[in-house]
């Protein structure tokens, strides 16, 4: 039974970094294609950054140049470095993971918990 954990989520000023982890546990990591959401009250959910089992990658419009996604499979987790934050990034961060190549849609199969990211102005 696949877990997801994250971890990493704080309060940061604009402008500042952060970054953000996710721990998988109960399969074979290297399998499963990864993706970083994030949900807001005004916005619902929205996918953030994804990442094939190859290391491809891919980015919402608003995140990109300013967020990395990466896996390391020795580890079984999942980052996601932000950087150049800004008020508008606040949002609970969700990773998320599946067999199959979802890329940014919403039908992942398994979700962790979120953590709480907050940026002040």
């Known amino acids: 039974h696949v877990q997801l954990v994250e971890s990493g989520g704080d309060s940061v000023e604009t402008g500042g970094p952060l970054r953000l982890s996710c721990t998988f546990s109960?399969?074979?990591?290297?399998?499963?294609?990864m993706a970083w959401f994030r949900r807001t009250p005004e916005n619902g959910r929205e996918g953030v950054a994804y990442?094939?089992?190859?290391?491809?990658?891919d980015y919402t419009y608003s995140v990109a140049g300013r967020f990395t996604i990466s896996r390391d499979n020795a580890k079984n987790t999942l980052y996601l470095q932000m950087n150049n934050l800004r008020p508008e990034d606040t949002a609970i961060y969700y990773c998320a993971a599946d067999h199959f190549r979802l890329n940014l849609g919403s039908g992942y199969r398994y979700w962790g918990q979120g953590t709480q990211v907050t940026v002040s102005s």
């Open positions: 109960g399969n074979t990591y290297a399998l499963y294609y």
């Open positions: 990442i094939d089992t190859d290391g491809g990658t």
